[in-house]
Nanobody
Framework: QVQLVESGGGLVQPGGSLRLSCAASGFTKPYNAIGWFRQAPGKEREKVSCFTSSDGSTYYSDSVKDRFTISKDNRKRTMYLQMNSLKPEDTGVYYC??????????WGQGTQVTVSA
């Protein structure tokens, strides 16, 4: 059973930085994609950034490009999201996602990020 545990969220002022972590366990087969989604109050969950295994590519949404950086440490089975130059519109619950070859999506419990003065 895939388990994903996020951490690192919090309250930060506009222009500040946070680093989110996602500790993964319970899977041995390759993923199709792993990454980060977020959901702002009253809005749908959106994809922020991810690794795609098929071609080794990295995706960033236009709204976070050049500000956020995704990375992973395979030895620690941990994925990170470094978020710089944070804006109030980055506020939301951030979720770690594992998209299995079967098509199943696995989610963490989420970590709250609030950007406010």
């Amino acid at each position: 059973q895939v388990q994903l545990v996020e951490s690192g969220g919090g309250l930060v002022q506009p222009g500040g930085s946070l680093r989110l972590s996602c500790a993964a366990s319970g899977f041995t087969k390759p993923y199709n994609a792993i990454g980060w989604f977020r959901q702002a109050p009253g809005k749908e969950r959106e994809k922020v950034s991810c690794f795609t295994s098929s071609d080794g590519s990295t995706y960033y949404s236009d709204s976070v490009k050049d500000r956020f950086t995704i990375s992973k440490d395979n030895r620690k089975r941990t994925m990170y999201l470094q978020m710089n130059s944070l804006k109030p519109e980055d506020t939301g619950v951030y979720y770690c996602n594992h998209h299995a070859p079967s098509g199943t999506d696995n989610w963490g419990q989420g970590t709250q990020v609030t950007v406010s003065a």
